[in-house]
């Protein structure tokens, strides 16, 4: 997936002699230096300057102070950007996520990094008690179960990393369909971009002498360098990630579940077919057919194309065609429906999710993407995932959380973690 049009968003004075009659509000205000929320920034990749930190920065109520990467051009890059924002040379660097976690000056950390990172930064920043904003998704269903019961645990907040409920197109979607404009809800049917067509080289590579590789693979099984296997590209290795369904279903499976009213739990069945890749480095799933079914009759399907989600009903539908794209409907009546003050109004924030995270953490409520919803939309990911490896229809149980009766499927609920990393 390139980013494409969801992630394309993106100062020198003279020092007085003498004191100023009056001091500037800026200095002794809400947006003082010493009262903003200090931010520790954990992976700086594309994603993690181009949208988390550029974004960060416009925000007059935080303070960057740090940022690490194991790449060590990203990280450098990375403090050019706070240097030149913030005037000064004072942000400081580290290739260890670990030395960010343990500075007592850190209020909370956005994590960037890869999503076999996800879980394990978040947990330690947890326990050391920082708030967390973390890119999606989880790598596994179990380790979601561990991140919620960590968050909840501690006390922390925690803002699953996506712009999606922000977005007025999904917002307004999902609350035409909870409000009944289109009757009864009976089928959703989302669509994901195509895998890309490269397969990705295999061939061992010397290891950049910037980078730290061994810090890069962290918890992942050891494997030799390769440039196809980091950055971007790792999206597309099972030991990093879930393949193009984890990346673009953490999006519009979560526009999914908020209109049909089931964030909190998720399908009870699935299957799906799906080819991958001949040959080369890349082995996520390349193509999918999925469909899910939930206990309320709403079946969603998820098949590959031009990202876009529908949602069919009983006297109509509502949905959109490409990501961003403007809504549409079966008719004016349910595209023009204006929502009552006595109707459901989804929580949302227009400025985005680090501004909604930041506001949260001083008000020390859920933001509009939490920790255990953000679970249950990355599971939904992984049930399709595990239902093309299996090549059955599996029954799910989003109480229990485990696969009836198919424990070759449970045993995928989880992966081994490579010594010495371990969650526990």
Known sequence: MKRLTRRQFLKTGAAGLALPWIVPASVLGAEAPSKRITI????TGDHGTTWNLQRYLQLKAARVVVVCDVDGYRMRRA???????????????TKDFREVIARKDIDAVM???????????????ARAGKDVQCEKPTLTIAEGKILIETMRKYQRVFQTSTEDRSLPMYHRMAELVRNGRIGKLQRIEVILPKQPDVAGDPTPQPVPPDLDWEMWLGPAPYAPYTKDRVHFNFRWVWDYSGGIICDWGAHLFDTAQWANDTERTGPIEVEGTGTFWDGGLYNTVKDYNVTYRYKNGVVMTCTPGNPSIKFIGTDGWVGNRGWRGKVEASS????????????IHLYTNLEGEHDDFLKCMKSRKDPYFPVDIGHRVSTVCHLANIAIKVGRKLKWDPEAERFEGDEQANAMLSRPMRSPWKLT
């Not at 403090?79 to 660097?93: F, G, R």
């Not at 994590?111 to 920043?125: G, L, N, Q, R």
């Open 111 to 125: 994590i960037s990094t890869p999503d076999h990172w996800h879980t394990f930064i978040s947990v330690m920043a």
């Open 40 to 43: 520790g920034f954990i992976g």
């Open 332 to 343: 004016d009546k349910v595209l023009n429906s204006v929502i009552g003050p006595e109707e």
């Open 79 to 93: 403090k050019a950007m706070v240097d030149a924002e913030y005037d000064n040379e004072a942000c400081a660097i």
